[in-house]
């Protein structure tokens, strides 16, 4: 049974930091291409963090700097460090697993494309 299970969020002020961690179980974790996504009330899902089976990472714009997303092989998990939150990082944090074989291209891609795997979500709240 495949299983994204995302945990960590929480309410927090803006300047603060939170961990998020995503267990997978149920499918070879090590060969995917790992995402994270989020969405906030109102607003379509955007790509926040991906990370290619080499390592290899990118970031939407709007977390550059800030956010850092990592994976651990061994634990197949998956994890995105967010520091300086702000108001505006306000979403329900998913992570996702891509098809297998994608290109590099389409791992980096901000949209949910060629997603095999969804999380439930975490949610994260960032309080002025």
């Known amino acids: 049974q495949v299983q994204l299970v995302e945990s960590g969020g929480g309410s927090v002020q803006a300047g603060g930091s939170l961990r998020l961690s995503c267990a997978a179980s149920?499918?070879?974790?090590?060969?995917?291409?790992m995402a994270w996504f989020r969405q906030a009330p109102g607003k379509e899902r955007e790509g926040v963090a991906v990370i290619d089976r080499d390592g290899s990472t990118n970031y939407a714009d709007s977390v550059k700097g800030r956010f850092t997303i990592s994976r651990d092989n061994a634990k197949n998990t998956l994890y995105l460090q967010m520091n300086s939150l702000k108001p505006e990082d306000t979403a329900m944090y998913y992570c996702?697993?891509?098809?297998?074989?994608?290109?590099?291209?389409?791992?980096?891609?901000?949209?949910?494309?060629?997603?095999?795997?969804w999380g439930q979500g975490t949610q994260v709240t960032v309080s002025l």
């Open positions: 996702a697993a891509r098809r297998v074989w994608v290109t590099k291209p389409i791992c980096f891609a901000a949209a949910d494309t060629a997603i095999d795997y």
């Open positions: 149920g499918f070879a974790y090590s060969s995917r291409c």
